[in-house]
């Protein structure tokens, strides 16, 4: 029997990738590697951590803020070399929502929450359970996710006035579009298509030119030098703090928390899922291999210093961490290295930040929109099979005009009944099918002489069931042994195919040995498991009532001496 590799100690699973690469030996070469690495994600990250808080409902503070806290407590407590960490475009929806309904003081609550549930889910090995949402659905919310992103940059796109908030639900925020569109910017859509077209012509000519830094600040120094008409950060919310300060929780009581459980489960879900397809984006770009709980842990911790400090809930982001793949780190030092250039551009730079164009940062995030959207996983799926299409549709459409938990929800409940299904289709009973094995060498299991009898003894009925014996198949299984005719004999039961069985199965086996039990039929059993032989157990189908034979031979064997006249 091979040995088994030795369970990984609980201070092994948890130790951060940081304390691993030290340990390996760091040097004044890779800190030099490192920062330039974390120099070049910090200009992609400065743009876009603020058009996302603007998107979410927030000042362009919160967000650095956010990848200042968060980023930098992900890179040097997480479970990935390479995870940066920071304010994602798929909270924008959540945070929106949570935010209208029950103001920011709400969303710190919840993002606290959230905090506290991922290092419990981190601490209780629950990591893996997350990677276990069915493809569809993932597809499915995350092109809800670039819908909603882009219909809520429409208003800065254009330039829209208001005469009111804008509703964050689809269905009450398109009429509120509609009706404002006579007042239309000229200048702030130059702007944006300007932004959205240097971004995409320096991705194709300039690839290594951070494209959303170059044309907020052109886009920031256009409207400085020639006032150009158009809304900025400035004019809607004023100039931007210089530094981060601690804040702490608003007032708890337990309604408030109670209200603010179902967006931080949310947050938790979503940031938990985001942060370990980052994780993988980035072992697989690098051929390493991150740890999901320690990993959930560092998000939690994340999340609770981010609520602290007053910022966004924050999670791995797998554009940032490709890009500081891509630039060459060497391991967590560059996250961490990413944050402290964001809290300098911050603190030398913030006041100039007010003249940066909003219709800019809404072109930066038509680009994030569109990327995010699976275009090409979209339209396989829709091909793949109409169960697919079915998961993937509720998931996109219940993400965008319902909200994301209800799509990630219901796509994972259809998800699953797909699954059974598909499992209970693949369940097969096969009453045909002789026990003397097929293909294999002469004498090398000792069966001698063939003796057709054993195939055409109709006092004898063989049947071999194949595939998982679960409760999504116990229906077709019963269905089978109902059409049975007269009963035999001696009944013989093949499981060497059924690699599991579960309580219903062996329930619906329990009834059909009762009913062959009353006919006077015995039964014998072989290619039982030792999982299902405790489970069969438990409903009482056990020797003597049973005959469990170790092989079809065996099997066939016990059945004639059953026969055999005493």
Request: charged content about 15%.
């Amino acid at each position: 029997m091979p040995s088994l590799a030795p369970q990984a100690s609980f201070r092994e699973l948890f130790t951060p990738k940081l304390v691993t690469v030290l340990r390996e030996g760091y040097g004044l070469k890779d800190l030099r590697t490192d920062a330039v690495a974390g120099l070049t994600v910090a200009i992609v990250a400065l743009p876009l951590s603020m058009a996302i808080a603007i998107a979410s409902g927030a000042t362009p503070d919160k967000g650095l803020i956010t990848a200042i806290i968060g980023g930098f407590l992900i890179s040097a407590l997480g479970g990935s070399r390479f995870q940066i960490g920071g304010p994602a475009g798929a909270f924008i929806p959540l945070v929106a929502s949570t935010i209208a309904i029950h103001g920011y003081d709400g969303l710190v609550i919840a993002t606290f929450m959230a905090g506290i549930m991922l290092v419990a889910v981190g601490f209780l090995r629950l990591g893996t359970y997350i990677k276990y949402i069915p493809y569809p659905v993932t597809v499915g919310f995350t092109a809800g996710i670039a819908v909603i992103i882009f219909v809520s940059q429409v208003r800065d796109l254009l330039g829209l006035r208001l005469s009111g908030p804008e509703p964050p639900e689809m269905l009450h925020k398109l009429p509120v579009l509609w009706q404002a569109l006579p007042t239309v910017n000229p200048v702030a859509m130059v702007i944006a298509a300007l932004a959205i077209g240097g971004i995409l012509a320096l991705k194709r000519w300039r690839p290594a030119v951070p494209g959303m830094l170059v044309v907020v600040a052109a886009g920031a120094a256009a409207t400085a030098l020639f006032a150009l008409p158009v809304e900025t950060i400035g004019s809607r919310f004023g100039a931007l703090p210089t530094g981060i300060g601690f804040n702490g929780l608003p007032g708890l009581s337990l309604g408030r928390v109670r209200d603010l459980l179902v967006p931080a489960v949310a947050f938790a879900m979503l940031g938990g899922i985001e942060s370990l397809l980052s994780a993988v984006v980035a072992d697989g770009m690098t051929g390493r291999r991150h740890r999901s709980n320690c990993e959930l842990v560092a998000q939690g911790v994340a999340n609770i210093a981010s609520a602290l400090f007053g910022g966004l809930p924050v999670t791995g982001t797998i554009a940032r961490t490709a890009t500081n793949v891509r630039a060459g780190a060497r391991g967590p030092v560059a996250g961490m290295l990413h944050a402290v250039f964001l809290f300098v551009f911050l603190a030398l730079a913030g006041g100039l930040m007010s003249y940066v164009p909003l219709a800019a940062l809404a072109g930066v995030l038509a680009i994030v929109a569109w990327n995010m959207a699976e275009k090409r996983e979209f339209a396989m799926l829709m091909r793949a099979s109409a169960g697919d299409a079915l998961v993937l549709l509720a998931a996109f459409l219940l993400t965008v005009f319902v909200d994301l938990t209800a799509g990630i929800g219901v796509g994972i409940v259809l998800g699953s009944l797909l699954f059974m299904h598909r499992m209970a289709e693949a369940m097969a009973v096969d009453s045909k099918v002789g026990l003397i094995d097929e293909d294999v060498a002469d004498g090398a299991e000792g069966n001698g002489r063939y003796d057709p009898a054993r195939a055409s003894d109709r006092r004898i009925v063989t049947y071999r069931l194949s595939g998982a014996f679960f409760f999504g198949a116990a229906a077709t299984v019963a269905s089978v042994f109902d059409r049975i005719g007269d009963p035999p004999a001696v009944f013989i039961l093949d499981l060497t195919d059924v690699p599991f069985l579960d309580t219903t199965g062996a329930y619906t086996l329990e009834s059909f040995v009762h009913k062959l039990e009353r006919a006077g039929t015995a039964v014998v059993i072989t290619g039982l498991r030792d999982s299902g032989r405790q489970t069969l157990a438990h409903f009482g189908i056990a020797e003597p009532r049973v005959t469990l034979a170790s092989s079809p031979d065996a099997a066939m064997q016990a059945a004639e001496a059953r026969l055999a006249p005493i």
